[in-house]
């Protein structure tokens, strides 16, 4: 039975085991791998709960537990023992509200959501897993990289403790291996961690459950709104031009390719080879390039914010709006031009009539 997760302090080793079930089986497992539930008597022990279960969810069995009778809520350990068949304890962390109760033997389990209080349990539910100690002579170091620290038990060995996983990490002889949840990949940069990927023309974005406007989608897509629902749509990088003769999009990315007679340089630009003809070769016959990290600066929507969108009915009201603007404009120069043409028309009237007065006058 291989532990999932591990630490050392001294001699003192602690191991985490998933998917057992009862308190009994995991007593009994843990018994037949030379060790017993694990003991929480002091605070560095309750320490190295964060450490165990720091990655994991759900319950898990610690090694306390009340035999027979009912709970003495007057003492520290109400009444519990350790499996270790003492009452003997320099740390208690009984979470509020004990219940003291006779219906039932009780167990003890902890977990990372209830901050590793100490919660009573039936005896026969089913948890997670459980924590192991064992007591070892001398404990066991190998040397690896700087980035790999890990502790072994007898001669089973724990990389998983200290890995640098983001996501999953699991044991292997001598090593361990990273892995990602569903939706994500690794990075090829930096194996050790995950980033969104999509892997098709279109999937569901990922959403802050307290802000359904910020969301996120993996490179070389960005967010389109559907009703209540936000996807990630893939963006056709080819369209700004980022290869220097032939461009194919793919699902995230693009591939970049050169005519015959050009060589594909920093993964984008085409340069003529020296010792071939202008008209040798055929096209798409040059090297690929992926995603390129090094391609001239393209300004295009940050795939991993919402772009500004504007619906159908938007565009016909800044249409209707620009035209009634025109119009309103046409008629204002008009009603001027015509206002100006009545003045002189005026003015040419009472110049003659001026002439006919000096006249008579004379």
Known sequence: MEPNSGYCIGNQCFTVFRDVGDYSTAQ????DLSGH???VRSSVSH???FILLGNFTGRYWIGLNLPTGCPDVAADLKGFQWVTKDSESDFFNWVPGFDSSCSSRRCVSVSREDDFKWIQEPCEEHREGFLCEHGIKEPIAIRMPAETKYVCVSEQWLQCVSAPCEHMCTNTHGSYSCSCYDGYKEDSKEPHRCKRHCGKEECVAECDP??????FCPEGYITDERGAVRMCIDMDECQFFYCDQTCKNTFGSYVCSCHGGYTLVNEFRCEK????DSDGGSEGSGAYATLLPTAPPVTYPNPTRQPSRVTVGGLVGIIVCTVLFV???VFLVYHILSGKNKMESAGALKAPEGETHDSSDV
Do not use: A, G, P, Y
């Open 327 to 329: 119009v309103l404009l």
């Open 37 to 39: 539930l694990m003991t």
């Open 28 to 31: 009994k497992q843990c018994r």
């Open 210 to 215: 307290n802000n359904k406007f910020q969301c």
């Open 47 to 49: 320490d190295v709960l």
């Open 273 to 276: 080879n020296d010792d071939t």
